[in-house]
């Protein structure tokens, strides 16, 4: 059986905190008919990549004379066929045996003494028998549990695989996963759908409704005489585009998994190049821009509406690898294009640095008890609205030829095919309206449409009134989340006109005003990028949802399985405490507080390592065992690397300007009970050192450590001292 039956993961929803909109997709056959595993078997791969090698030099002087669009199939061919034959025959399953052969020997072995213990009367023989069948069970549960043990250790491996920033939505990714299920829609008289045909009928046409404007004039793939590119692609271009593909990834309608090119030889990559230029000096087009949709329902609406089905886009590994080699093509020309205050899909940026910048705001509101005002606005389904001509003339101005000309053609005629039940490949659609679904080139364009719109709307909003104002950063923005803050809310229907001008549709429902006070609460529950501003609130609310995920882990991970005990705290490492910690950097809590919260956290340790009462077990021995810290000191250590990096970047970043806003006193400072807010707490942990001569309290405090913070090895030493001086002793009585 070598169709491989593989559950693939995909991200969707451009926003990584919108842990709402993650969920999974599931199992589907792949037609090249290899199983990951397999493929990276030495002996399989080996075989591979001999084959693909051999059957590209043979097909390479006919694809001289072929058209491009030829040579791509025999290329595609070449791929498939050396994977069948390196992974479809028995010589690459001399490999050990699964587990499961073994476990289903035993286990014919164990029924087949049961047998025989029941036709027996020898009693002697009857307890030999049932000696042996005990042995027998007994390597069973053995090799199950080992078994077990492997698989949730590679689900831990591929958590691990993502960077810190990322690693807790994949944590929340994976243990939401379900089986994919087709979608149940409804009709226009509101009945549950049963006939998949219908199904694919209505799902198809709910998404061409939103992925097509008969309006828009499609963008054609070409323009101007065909001519070589002025920087053709090269092997090694190609080369670096695949190894940054993802494994285990639903391939698209070529049916060619990311894998299988991944893995391909320099030959391969010489291939593609050619194809690639050929393409841009033929002007002739390869099948590169259809996508197949897989309709998956949002977790926690209610099924019927095709609103609540969330598509995902399946494209070929081929289109993936060039729009990643244009990213790394635009990527120096997009940063500089960008504004400062956009912290969405850009290197060293993240959301901690937003909820750093709203942090510092608050705290600025409350130390002199100042009104400042946030308007978050809300567009609906930003990424799907844009206009693509739009965009081109956008792009034209920030990229060279070349990239333009790629630009277009993956802009041009897009088609999708709607995916119900498998294998149904049924009224295609043309998309020409929104960035491209499911590219990863996607939200790079995006943040340079928006970012031209919003240049438009920063010459209508007013100018910053008086001196506090002046100081304030007056956008902050993560992908379409934009907020804009002033002393005064600005004008929505003003910026949602402007903004409307680029097909952005601004949601005035949904836009959020709110205030940062010293007296007020109102503004605690607000969440900006997943992360509460108030620090309590934040607190609580990421105790409960990681105790939901602890549950799951518990119940539905481990259950009663013996897992070895490392394997369980790396789960809980990856699948628990990521959701825990997410921005922890950026909290500002009273000593009780902290307690509270490691106790919490020791709390979940022992829930893990399921020591109950009436057993005890001393704080110190616990964090031993589980190689773990109080909580407070991972969150201390996080809010100074925060700190560091934030120190490092550019200085009109909005996280800069906020904390600079903090420092300029504007003459009253609101004299009362001093409130624990992230400077103050920053600066306590600085006067916990011994012989110490730094602070933060000013202006220059900051300008100083933004000096240390330049040299890392320096920053790192201050970390560690303020890390040391923290440590309490240990509270065991
Ligand atoms: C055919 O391809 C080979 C190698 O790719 C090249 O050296 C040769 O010039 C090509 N011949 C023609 C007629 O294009
Ligand atoms: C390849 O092209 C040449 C002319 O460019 C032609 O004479 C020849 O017949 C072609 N060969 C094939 C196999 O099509
Ligand atoms: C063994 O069988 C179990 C249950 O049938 C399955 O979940 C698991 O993936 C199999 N493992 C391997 C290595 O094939
Ligand atoms: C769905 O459509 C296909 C082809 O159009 C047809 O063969 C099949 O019978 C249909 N299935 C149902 C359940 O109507
Ligand atoms: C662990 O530490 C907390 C806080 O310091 C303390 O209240 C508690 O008694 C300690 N638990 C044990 C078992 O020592
Ligand atoms: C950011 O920091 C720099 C360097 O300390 C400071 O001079 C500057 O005023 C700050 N930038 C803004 C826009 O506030």
């Known amino acids: 059986m070598n169709w491989c039956h593989k559950i693939m993961l995909i991200v969707f929803g451009w926003m990584p905190w919108a842990e709402e909109k993650t969920t999974r997709i599931g199992a589907r056959d792949c037609a090249t008919k290899t199983d990951e595993s397999q493929m990276q078997s030495k002996v399989c791969l080996d075989q591979y990549k001999t084959g693909l090698n051999e059957r590209l030099i043979t097909i390479e002087q006919d694809n001289n004379n072929s058209t491009v669009s030829d040579s791509w199939t025999n290329v595609q061919q070449a791929i498939k066929e050396s994977a069948k034959a390196s992974a479809g025959v028995n010589t690459c399953n001399k490999q050990k045996r699964t587990a499961n052969d073994t476990i289903s020997e035993l286990s014919n072995r164990q029924k087949d003494l049961r047998l025989q ?29 080992e078994q077990r043990n492997e698989e949730l250790e590679k689900k831990v491996q591929k958590i691990n695989e993502a960077n810190s920033d990322n690693a807790m939505f994949k944590a929340v990714k994976l243990l939401n996963q379900k089986h994919y299920e087709n979608p149940s829609v409804e009709d226009s008289s509101g009945k549950l759908v049963i006939n998949p045909n219908q199904t694919l009928e209505i799902v198809a046409d709910f998404f061409k409704e939103k992925f097509q404007n008969k309006d828009l004039a499609s963008i054609a793939s070409f323009q101007g005489i065909p001519r070589k590119l002025n920087k053709p692609f090269t092997s090694e271009e190609v080369r670096k585009s695949l190894e940054s593909l993802k494994n285990n990834r639903a391939p698209g309608g070529d049916e060619i998994s990311g894998e299988l090119l991944k893995y391909g030889t320099p030959l391969l990559h010489k291939s593609i190049a050619n194809i690639l230029n050929r393409v841009f000096e033929e002007h002739e087009t390869i099948n590169i821009n259809s996508g197949e949709l897989i309709a998956i329902p949002k977790p926690g609406k209610p099924k019927g509406p095709p609103k609540n089905l969330r598509p995902i886009t399946l494209l070929n590994t081929i289109r993936k690898a060039l729009s990643i080699i244009t990213l790394h093509r635009i990527r120096p020309n997009i940063e500089e294009y960008l504004s400062h205050s956009q912290s969405g899909f850009r290197p060293e940026r993240s959301t901690s640095d937003v909820a750093w910048t709203h942090k510092w705001l608050a705290a600025k509101a409350k130390k002199e008890d100042v009104e400042i005002k946030i308007t978050g606005i809300d567009m609906s389904a930003a990424f799907d609205t844009i206009d693509r001509q739009i965009l081109l003339d ?37 998309s020409n309206i929104g960035t491209p679904q499911g590219d990863s080139l996607s939200p790079v364009l995006f943040s340079v449409y928006l970012e031209n719109a919003l240049k438009e709307v920063r010459t209508i909003l007013p100018r910053p009134t008086n001196k506090l104002e002046k100081t304030l950063p007056t956008e902050i923005a993560y992908a379409d989340d934009v907020d804009f803050v002033g002393l005064n809310f600005v004008d929505t229907e003003e910026v949602q006109n402007t903004l409307h001008k680029y097909n952005l549709l601004v949601n005035i429902d949904k836009t959020e005003f709110t205030t940062l006070s010293r007296a007020g609460t109102e503004y605690k529950n607000t969440k900006k990028v997943g992360t509460l501003i108030g620090d309590e609130e934040d607190v609580e609310r990421r105790k409960r949802l990681s105790n939901a995920a602890l549950t799951k882990l518990l119940n539905v991970w481990i259950k009663g399985d013996k897992i070895k005990r490392k394997t369980k705290l790396k789960l809980y490492r990856s699948l628990v405490k990521s959701i825990l910690v997410y921005n922890c950097g950026t909290w500002a809590l009273t000593k009780s507080e902290e307690e509270k919260l490691n106790a919490f956290h020791r709390k979940q ?16 021995s616990l964090y031993n065992k589980c190689e773990e810290h109080p909580l407070s000191i991972y969150i201390l250590e996080n809010r100074w690397r925060l700190f560091g990096h934030i120190l490092r970047r550019n200085i009109e970043i909005p996280a800069n300007k906020s904390m600079n806003s903090y420092f300029a006193t504007h003459g009253k400072k609101f004299r009362g009970r001093p409130l624990t807010t992230l400077p103050v707490v920053l600066n306590k942990d600085l006067s916990r050192l011994q012989e110490n001569t730094l602070q933060l309290t000013t202006r220059e405090d900051l300008e100083h450590l933004r000096c240390i913070a330049q040299n890392r090895q320096q920053w790192r030493e201050l970390s560690t001292r303020i890390r040391k001086a923290a440590e309490a002793p240990p509270s065991d009585d």
């Open 394 to 430: 956008i792009i034209e101005r920030i990229v060279e030829e070349d990239e333009l000309r790629i630009i277009r053609f993956l802009l041009s005629d897009t088609v999708i095919n709607t995916r119900i039940n498998g294998a149904t490949k049924e009224r295609p659609f043309v």
């Open 117 to 145: 213990i029941q036709n027996t009367d020898n009693e002697e023989r009857k307890i030999k028998l049932r000696n042996e069948r005990n042995r027998v069970l007994h390597t069973i549960r053995k090799t199950i549990l």
């Open 605 to 620: 340790l022992r829930k893990v390592l399921n020591i109950k009462y009436p057993v005890k077990i001393t704080n110190s």
